[in-house]
């Protein structure tokens, strides 16, 4: 019983996180102040009350729309904020209430953010893989016995990135990815960046081929939402499925 307040007030600071993640995806991009703007209708440029700002029970209640002039509000932001609190209670769930599952939290909205972003705009902010490489910091500070297991994490698929970014001539895979995989590799160690990229490589190529199948138009790979899965899972269920493999071996 005590566990399920704990997992609701979880899933209520989760869904919060994600209200602010949307402003961040809508302004990144466009190079606009995260912080100091008030949010608004994009559309008739109201500013929002604070009921008006309630992350998924204001969509909600106003079915989906301005309050003020009634265009529709796009999907992504309940979804974005429903996605953000159901991964904060998963990480907490598996990982218990540690300063590892909090890591893992703000790195699952980071990559939230990168996901849409370079789905997008074929861009990782800069400022989320800096992010995502401060937490990565402090999981060496808090598990120092292991320091070189995430030193190494740092180098083993970046650097192979940037083999293939340089044989390619940069074609094959972009600085973004390089940086992003240094830092989610300083926070996995190196089995756990192994694991990711994995993971990323074959979602993205039976994914995007089935896109490109599906919606019939050439489109170029985005790989940093396949990246972001591939972190996701192993930052969920690394361990257990590392484990299970070397089992493998044994
Ligand atoms: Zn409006």
């Known amino acids: 019983m005590e566990y399920m307040i704990l997992y609701i007030a979880v899933f209520i600071f989760g869904i919060t996180i994600?209200?602010?993640l949307n402003v961040c995806i809508f302004r990144i991009p466009d190079k606009n102040d995260i912080v100091s703007e008030r949010s608004h209708c994009l559309s008739c440029g109201n500013v929002l009350k604070w009921y008006e700002l309630i992350p998924v029970v204001s969509f909600v209640l106003q079915r989906g729309k301005?309050?003020?002039c009634g265009v529709r509000i796009s999907w992504q932001y309940p979804l974005i904020e429903l996605a953000n609190g159901v991964f904060y209670v998963w990480i907490v769930v598996l990982h218990g209430f540690a300063i590892p599952s909090l890591l893992y939290c703000l790195c699952a909205s980071a990559l939230l953010i990168i996901s849409?972003?370079?789905w997008r705009t074929y861009e990782i902010p800069p400022g989320c893989n800096l992010f995502i490489g401060i937490l990565g910091i402090f999981r060496i500070?808090?598990?120092p016995a292991r320091w070189l297991e995430y030193v190494l994490g740092f180098f083993v698929v970046s650097g192979l990135f940037l083999l293939i970014h340089w044989i390619t001539k940069g074609r094959g895979i972009g600085g973004g990815d390089i940086?992003?995989?240094a830092a989610a590799g300083l926070?996995?160690?190196w089995q756990g960046a192994l694991l990711a990229m994995v993971i990323g490589a074959v979602a993205g190529s039976v994914i995007h081929i089935a896109l490109m199948k599906l919606c019939r138009k050439d489109r170029?790979?985005?790989f940093g939402p396949y990246l972001?899965?591939?972190i996701m899972i192993s930052m969920l269920y690394g361990t257990l499925i590392i484990d299970w493999y070397i089992g493998f071996y044994k």
Do not use: E, N, P, T
């Open 116 to 118: 849409i972003i370079d």
């Open 141 to 143: 500070l808090i598990d």
């Open 18 to 20: 994600g209200s602010f």
């Open 66 to 68: 301005c309050r003020h």
């Open 179 to 181: 940086k992003l995989m």
């Open 187 to 189: 926070l996995l160690g």
């Open 220 to 222: 170029v790979l985005a």
């Open 228 to 230: 972001s899965l591939g």
